[in-house]
Structure formats: C-alpha cells, structure tokens
DNA sequence: GGACGGGATTAGACGCATCTAATTCATAAG
DNA sequence: CTTATGAATTAGATGCGTCTAATCCCGTCC
C-alpha cells in the first residue's frame, strides 16, 4: 500500500515533469510539497525502491511508467473530487482546491467511478485542468502558453488557471478571468506586469499570476504598422 | 491537531460507552479499533495527556467533555456520509459504511455543512443510526432492545443495524430486514437463533446478527390463548 | 586548473503508532 | 490467606516520515 505522503510525492513529480520535464530537481519537488530537501532525498530513494521512479544521485528523479499511473489516479481523484464539489456541493471555484487535495487520497474506486458516472466523465476540472480519463494515459494537453509569454494586442482564450493560490483564485474569478472566457492583451510591462482587458474593464497582473494563467492564443496583432519590432 | 488514528479511537470508545456505559475497559477498545492490548494503553495515554480521556490505572477508560464531542464529530461525518453515499451517489444500504470510515476524517467543516444541507439535516443514516446535530450534543437514543433479547410473538419495528459487517448487512437487505420495517418474532431458539416473518417469508438469524438489530417492540404477544395475534 | 558556491546527500536524531515479551495487578477460587 | 488466572501495563524494539547539521559533488569563475 502506498501512503498518502508517496502519493502527494508523486503527483509533485508529475506536475513538474508536465511543466518542465524530467529529471526533476530535489529542490524543485521539496518546494512544492512544503519539505526540506534532505527529506525529499530520502523519500525519492524510497520511492526508488519501490520502483515509481528512477534516478541518478545529484542529477535528479524521473517517473516511471508504474509511478506515472499512480500518479494521474491522483490527479483524476483530485479533478474529479473539485469538479463535483464544485458541481454537487456549491463550492466556489476557488474553494475546491484544498478540499480536494484532502481527499483525493482516500477516496475508493467504486466512489471515483460513480463520482465520474453522475459527472458524465468531464473532460476538465473547475480550474480548466484536464481530468485524466479512466485508463489513467497521460491526458493529451493542448498547446497553451501562460499569459505571461503573450503581447500587447493578442486576443486569447483562458485554457486554465494554477489552483494552487486561492487568494489569487478569488481574486481572478471575482476579475472575471475564469477557463473558457476569451480577454485581450492591452500591455505587457516591464517585469512581466500583464494588463488584459475583460468584459468588465481592465486588470493588471502581476507577473506570478500571469504564469499561472494558460492561454490559447486566438488572434495575434498584425505586425504591420509601426510598432513591429523589439517595440515599446 | 488530532490525528486519524486518535479520532477511531475516540469513536470506538464512544460507542463502547453508549452500549456498556463507562468506564471502558482497554480489551474492548482494542478489539473494536483491531489493535493489540499495549497500543491502546500507550494510545490511552496520549489522550489522557491531551485532556480528551480520563483514566485510573488497571480501570478503564472514560471521555471528557472534549473527548466526547470530538467522537461525536466523527460520527456525525461518518453517518452524513454514510448517508450521503447512499442518496446522492447510488451506493447500496450495505456498501457505505466502509467508505465512510475512509472519508470521516479528512472532510472539512465546509464540507460537513454543505452535505447536512443538501441532504436537509437528515436525522438518521441508512442503517437507522441516529445522526448527531451540528452542535454536537450527544443524540437522544429513544429506547430500543436488540432482536435477541425479543420474545417469539412480539411485533418489532426495526430500529437500527449495526454497520459493523459488510456481509451480514447484505443478506439482511436481501432478505428485507432494514431500519423502519415491521417483522414478527416467530421463534427464540436455544443458543439465541430467532426467526422472524417478513414480507417475503421467514427468516432465521444466528444470535451475533439478532444482536446487532436493534428493535422497537409494536406489541407484544397476550399471554392467553394459543394464538393471540391480532390476526397477523 | 583550483577555489567557491549552491544544490544534494549522508549522518544522526526525533515523534508517533505500532508490535512482542515480560511484568504487574485485581480478583476469583480454594 | 494464598494462589492461580487473566487482564493491563511496562519495557524495549521497529518502521516511517520528518528534521538539522555536516559533508559532498558539480559547474563556474578567475
């Protein structure tokens, strides 16, 4: 039996390989799940042994195939438990995240499967993260950029939003900024402050918010007048 | 923060107190919790130390008020969930229990209020138990006797059944004895097998089961002519 | 190429819940 | 009153996940 602590462990691992590729770091993974490094270590050679992942000592921890699986079970736990909270029980948006990560772990097949059944299998949890499907394959991800990579004038479509900082969640769903709603890049200013403009007026992000938005880009500016190159 | 682990106990021993009275002797609990007679003295210990439990040495076990209304939490999110399960998500009387245990302790107070809700404040679970209310008093238990200790002739309303086994618990759906059905005690034979009239014929129950149904007696046999009943 | 700096690992310890084996206590039987 | 019996406790050890402090490795900078 794998304890919860493994199983947060790999769902870290898992996210960060999404974002950035294996290997990944100690100290990339000791951040995110809030433990100091040398804990990390011991925990990775644990999970060695178990055979969830392979690494190289100081270079860093890849998944593999059996602790992948493991892995997107969590996660379809986790998207499958916020989108019914959110669906079932009126949870907010913003609130879903941490009930979630509290039961993901415990939750059996018989409830994910009928949680999935009364759902209708969705395809995307409340945040726009997709939820992996039943055989537990790598979820097919679209090509998104974070906002925070766009330019003055791209028109685009919010794909998903990190559910990782509720006060900015409450912040942004109060801004309007929700998956699915389409805002229009007004600027990008030094140090990665993105202003976009929404239904009901203009918000300015700080950069850290701006990466946690993922975008699809729906229309670029012409480079045509003036302002073509390195501009602004 | 209490862990899980303190949480069954406190649980376990409420229930030993409501069907024995404190105080508590270290056996029960370790049978009830499945762990060996040292665990729970080194566990009774710590929850002295926290204020939750009093004991005396070679004595036994009683909760504080704390104690007390900490077990009762846990009920009231065993038996919501229980009861939840079994209304919103197309679980069987029979299945709940164990994902309940699951999930008891990892719900939010959100969670927990937004269930009563849904569910609009449901006074007992699906196997007759009553639900504790958000204050956390303890639930006035209205009178009841276990089948066991009925005599043949007597009318009984099903009160409850304990949740305790997964397979007596679905024979006795199968055979039709749940919370709010009227049998009829047909026979106590030696060694505490009683047989009781359902709708759908006779049913013979071993004493351990007959125990744990807990009745209210509709009307007992005339101790007068051969055949009394007012005319089945 | 040698020293430095920062991330990673090893060393060693702790708290918790658990176990088995040994001991102590309460009490029922003689 | 003494002893036997069974329950409860103490003693001591284990596994797990965690920490801090110390050490180690790798890539960079002079």
Redesign the pocket.
């Known amino acids: 039996m794998l304890?919860d602590?493994?199983e947060d462990y790999l769902k870290a691992i898992y996210v960060i390989e999404e974002e950035s590729g294996p290997p990944v770091?100690?100290?990339s993974i000791?951040e995110r799940v809030?433990?100091?490094?040398?804990?990390?270590?011991?925990?990775?050679?644990?999970l060695a042994e178990r055979g969830l992942v392979t690494?190289e000592?100081?270079?860093?921890a890849e998944l593999t195939a059996e602790g992948r699986t493991v892995a997107i079970e969590v996660l379809r736990h986790h998207r499958l438990l916020e989108t019914y909270l959110a669906e079932r029980l009126d949870y907010s948006w913003d609130e879903v995240h941490e009930e979630a990560d509290a039961l993901e772990h415990h939750i059996s097949e018989a409830f994910e499967r009928r949680v999935a059944d009364v759902l209708g299998e969705p395809a995307a949890d409340p945040h726009g993260d997709p939820i992996p499907s039943p055989d537990l394959e790598p979820p097919g991800g679209e090509a998104t950029v974070p906002l925070s990579a766009c330019e003055a004038g791209d028109r685009v479509v919010v794909a998903r939003v990190s559910d990782r900082d509720d006060a900015d969640l409450a912040y942004l769903d109060d801004a309007g900024v929700t998956p699915g709603t389409t805002v229009a890049v007004v600027d990008v200013a030094p140090f990665g402050m993105v202003t976009v403009a929404v239904d009901d007026g203009e918000q300015s992000l700080p950069e850290s918010v701006a990466e946690s938005i993922h975008v699809t880009v729906a229309d670029t500016p012409e480079p045509d007048s003036a302002e073509t190159g390195a501009g602004a």
């Open positions: 304890s602590v493994m770091a100690t100290s000791a809030e433990k100091t490094a040398p804990t990390v270590t011991s925990m990775l050679d644990t690494r000592k100081y270079e860093g």
